[in-house]
């Protein structure tokens, strides 16, 4: 039985397990994959434990995705632009990292929403692992501009030194954010769940046509919606389709196949609508 896990911490709630048990009924493939609770201070002895009973392959979510790639041997370019990892694989020279951040929101945005982000004036909130592992990928998209705002302007441009493209790029400190005008997209990358408590934001950042886009589910996403509804923004768009995608990109990554996803998001959106009206 070939094993796989999924660090965070607290990570009880993942849906990992459940979306990787699926993945694999689908493909006839027999593993193992449960949710692994890693103290920041434990990560590292935690991987190492995970590896010498066997783990052949994990994801790894917050707080650990910048501590991820430290362990690797190697780096994907993907990682490396973001400085971050979300999915490891076991070689005989020790971990690959990877990160499938990015093109799992971006398969879920162009594929299962219908969006077109080219030429789109994007605003970035947040400048941590999670935001740096999907600016990369928007750029490649072909956004038209790319604003990342922090509550410290010199992480959002320590993201913007850090990354490439040819769209044009600027940071800034959320206080600053009254003077960007409005986006076409805002994406959510903030922790406003987890402790940090929702940033203040101006209404002048939306238009009619504007999308708010958070990369969590769940309450994690429910502060930053909530906000984008009270604006005005009729489409809203939250971080379960990018999960199901950025997973079936780690499984392709560890199984050598692309799983269907569709039927996946479907069982979980059904559901989750199902606990909401209970």
Known sequence: MKRFAVFGHPVAHSLSPRIHAAFAAQCGIAL?????????????????????????????????KAAAAALC??????????????????????????????IGLVR?????????????RTLLLGAGG?????????LDAGIGALVVANRTAANAEALIAAI???APTAACALVALPAQGAFDVIVNATSAARGEGMPALPASLVHAQTVA?????????????????????????????????????????????HPATDPVYRELYTDRRGAARA
Not at 37 to 64: M, Q, S
Not at 108 to 120: E, S, V
């Open 164 to 166: 490439a493209g040819d």
């Open 108 to 120: 879920d945005l162009t594929g299962r929403q219908r969006m077109d982000l080219r030429g789109r």
């Open 130 to 138: 999670a935001a740096r592992g999907v600016a990369p990928a928007l």
């Open 32 to 64: 193992e994959y449960t949710a692994i609770d890693a103290t920041p201070e434990d990560f590292e002895t935690t991987v190492a434990a995970f590896a010498r009973a066997g783990g052949r392959g994990a994801n790894v979510t917050l707080p650990h």
């Open 213 to 257: 886009v958070d990369l969590g589910y769940g309450a994690s996403a429910a502060p930053f919606l909530h906000w984008a509804q009270q604006a005005g923004i009729g489409a809203c768009i939250d971080g379960l389709g990018m999960l199901v995608e950025q997973a079936a990109e780690s499984f392709r990554l560890w199984h050598g196949t």
């Open 73 to 102: 041997t190697r780096l994907t370019a993907r990682a490396q632009a973001a400085g971050a990892v979300n999915t490891l694989l076991r070689t005989d020279d020790g971990w690959d990292g990877d990160n499938t951040d990015g």
